[in-house]
């Protein structure tokens, strides 16, 4: 006959599994709550999450709060004790008092008829509770286990402290919160404690408000810590009729309680961002519409467009710029130029140096440029060699630089520093985008000290 060990039994034998086989490859800290976790399992007769045939180690280890992620071999040999916990329970898992009330039932215990145990089984399927432990009381305002001294910065550390500050699980959390026709899954609530995921839809928003309001803190606090705080917010029921592009400009102006106000007031709010803010009703707005008209550029047909250098020649008039004659291209009339020669071969040079996966020997360079960023460098220097060449007297008021003269020579005179892209068109605007700012450092890579006193050993 095949014994099973009682509960204190097994508890002790867990407790030398822990000193020999999980000591060696734990901290004492991170030991001791796994021993303790395992442990709470064996009293409770209850399974260890699972994730397959294998202990789910990602619950695990919020539950335990370890110090470190674990490694391959600690999550092996950790399997060996919580597989014998799986195996107890299934054989029976019982403590010495429940044995010797089983057996006082088998000793006292009458035979009984086939009609009673047809009675008794029907009753049993009715009031048969179900295995586990019982749900825990779900309050509506749970009292702190302690005060929070250091707020954390990041969403995800916060989250997590609130939740270890009340003593509760994501799941009983989501259990509290999320009310019936919620179609909020409580896997979204782990993701966030793990990190994965942030709060980026509307229904998010409104279970952060609950949560806020659930633990007693300010309207905004997880919010706030959020990152990309620059990111609009999706989830806006603007009707289907609305293209992906409008729908995203039209997220940034709509209010958070979007979804929840009448449909004449949504419509109200949509006409008046169409009207306001996107046909260009407002200053930044009404700049952009007219600053888009004043073209200056430079331009690397070659680069730009992927094909072969132009066999054309080089146009040197446009009536932006310092050199007039007569033109046909209407590119060129509107102040868009095609580079002169030794331009564009530094340009490929340079394209070329930063986005070669190696460099060539006796060189050096800061970073490496992909093929969006390089395509978006190519245009930024553009627009600044064409608000050098573009004439002082008209609406850009460049520098009246010569196309001839154009170089990334000039670069280590930083005369470009007054004529940030595109600065030129208004002087005294306060609208400045960061392609603005990345036009106007673009060459102090290119111009450092020890750059120039290097230039003579081969160093770009």
């Not at 004492?28 to 009293?43: H, N, P």
């Not at 179900?130 to 916060?158: M, N, R, V, Y």
């Not at 710029?321 to 095609?338: A, C, E, K, Q």
């Not at 520093?417 to 106007?440: D, W």
Request: aromatic share 8%; proline share 6%; with cysteine.
């Amino acid at each position: 006959m095949v014994t099973y060990p009682t509960s204190d039994a097994f508890r002790r034998k867990l407790l030398s599994f822990s000193e020999l086989r999980l000591a060696p490859l734990f901290t004492a800290a991170d030991l001791k709550q796994l021993t303790d976790y395992m442990q709470a399992l064996v009293e409770r007769c209850q399974f260890p999450p699972m994730r397959g045939t294998l202990v789910d180690w990602s619950e695990i280890t919020i539950a335990c709060n370890f110090s470190a992620s674990l490694t391959g071999k600690q999550k092996r040999v950790g399997q060996f004790g919580f597989d014998a916990i799986i195996r107890w329970i299934n054989d029976g898992g019982r403590s010495p008092q429940s044995i010797s009330a089983r057996a006082d039932i088998r000793s006292t215990r009458k035979p009984i008829s086939p009609r009673s145990a047809t009675q008794r089984k029907s009753i049993d399927e009715h009031e048969r509770a179900k295995p586990g432990p019982k749900p825990a009381t779900i309050e509506d305002i749970p009292k702190p286990l302690f005060a929070i001294t250091d707020d954390p910065i990041s969403f995800q550390a916060a989250f997590a402290l609130q939740l270890k500050r009340f003593g509760e699980t994501y799941y009983h959390l989501h259990r509290a919160v999320v009310r019936p026709g919620d179609n909020f899954d409580n896997k979204t609530m782990l993701s966030w404690l793990k990190g994965t995921k942030v709060p980026r839809s509307l229904q998010s928003f409104e279970i952060l408000g609950r949560i806020e309001q659930r633990y007693s803190l300010p309207m905004g606090y997880f919010k706030k810590k959020l990152p990309h705080q620059s990111r609009s917010a999706s989830g806006h029921d603007v009707g289907e009729n609305i293209s992906p592009a409008e729908r995203r400009r039209l997220a940034w102006h709509l209010p958070d309680d979007f979804n929840k106000l009448r449909h004449e007031k949504r419509e109200e709010i949509l006409q008046w961002v169409r009207r306001v803010v996107i046909s260009g009703a407002t200053d930044y707005r009404r700049f952009q519409a007219a600053a888009s008209k004043q073209r200056y550029a430079i331009r690397f047909p070659a680069m730009a467009y992927g094909g072969r250098a132009s066999s054309r020649p080089c146009a040197h008039q446009s009536n932006s710029f310092t050199d007039h004659g007569d033109i046909d291209d209407p590119d060129l009339l509107s102040g868009v130029i095609d580079a002169p020669p030794r331009l564009t071969l530094e340009m490929a040079s340079l394209i070329t140096f930063k986005t070669a996966t190696l460099t060539e020997i006796g060189f050096q360079r800061n970073g490496v440029w992909g093929e969006e960023t390089a395509s978006q460098k190519l245009e930024h220097l553009g627009l600044m060699f064409g608000a050098l060449a573009a004439s002082p007297k008209g609406e850009v008021a460049g520098r009246g630089l010569a196309l001839r003269h154009l170089t990334f020579g000039l670069l280590v005179f930083r005369i470009y520093l007054g004529l940030v892209p595109p600065m030129a068109r208004a002087p005294t605007r306060i609208f400045y985008s960061m392609g603005s700012r990345h036009a106007q450092h673009l060459s102090r890579p290119h111009t450092r000290g020890d750059r120039l006193a290097s230039s003579a050993s081969g160093t770009g």
